[in-house]
């Protein structure tokens, strides 16, 4: 069955570093997503992406986060300055259709800013 | 989107069915009712969606009742793989992008 990898399954990165978290979507979905989850908190929505573009993000998606699919396999968020308050699990995700609700999950990475 | 209530926990015995409600009394008539679960610690994983007839698939049932202003989830056999936290979502089809997680229901599943 075909599932959404991602990599690393944890990073560990000073603040004020970069880090660039890494997703492989299921080959023929079209639309695809970052969530973050922080320790014991809901699952909260970053940004959607389809089409080599931005569709929809939230205002936790500021300046300092970026997506991008550079291949016709990769999709990975960067985040340019980490701060301490990043440390949280992200999961990317993807689905078939923007109109179905059924959104295929990664494992996730586990970040830690020191 | 619609707002929905869920218990925060509930207990299962193993083998039992376990029934997980879920209200969402301000539901529209083009809004869904989806169910996710998050094993602990995974990314999340769909499980089942329906607009107002009930659902059944390999993992689960779902129930909706005949005004839509709530719904259950089923696992008719649970077993201790089971025990995760279950998010009911109410969204409009092709509403827009995003999936809004509240807080759910952690379900335990005992031996």
């Known amino acids: 069955e075909p599932e959404v990898t991602q990599t690393p399954s944890h990073q560990v990165t000073q603040m004020g570093q970069e880090v660039i978290l890494r997703c492989v979507p299921i080959s023929n979905h079209l639309y695809f997503y970052w969530y973050r989850q922080i320790l014991g908190q809901k699952v909260e929505f970053l940004v959607s992406?389809?089409?080599?573009?931005?569709?929809?993000k939230s205002e936790i998606f500021d300046d300092q986060f970026s997506v991008e699919r550079p291949d016709g396999s990769n999709f990975t968020l960067k985040i340019r300055s980490t701060k301490l308050e990043d440390s949280a699990m992200y999961f990317c995700?993807?689905?078939?259709?923007?109109?179905?609700?059924?959104?295929?999950f990664g494992p996730g990475t586990r970040l830690t800013v020191t | 989107d619609a707002k929905t209530t869920q218990p925060p926990s509930m207990d299962c015995a193993e083998g039992r069915a376990a029934n997980l409600p879920c209200n969402h009394s301000t539901i529209s008539g083009n809004e869904y009712v989806y169910w996710y679960r998050q094993i602990h610690s995974q990314g999340p994983q769909y499980i089942i969606h329906?607009?107002?007839n009930n659902e059944t698939n390999e993992m689960a049932s779902l129930i909706i009742t005949e005004d839509r202003k709530s719904s259950t989830l089923i696992l008719p056999h649970a077993t201790l793989r089971d025990t995760a936290v279950y998010y009911c979502?109410?969204?409009?089809?092709?509403?827009?992008?995003?999936?809004?997680f509240g807080a759910g229901t952690r379900l335990f599943v005992k031996a």
């Open positions: 979502i109410v969204r409009v089809e092709g509403g827009g992008f995003k999936t809004i």
């Open positions: 329906g607009l107002k």
């Open positions: 992406f389809y089409n080599n573009e931005i569709s929809e």
């Open positions: 995700a993807s689905s078939l259709l923007a109109v179905s609700y059924e959104q295929y």
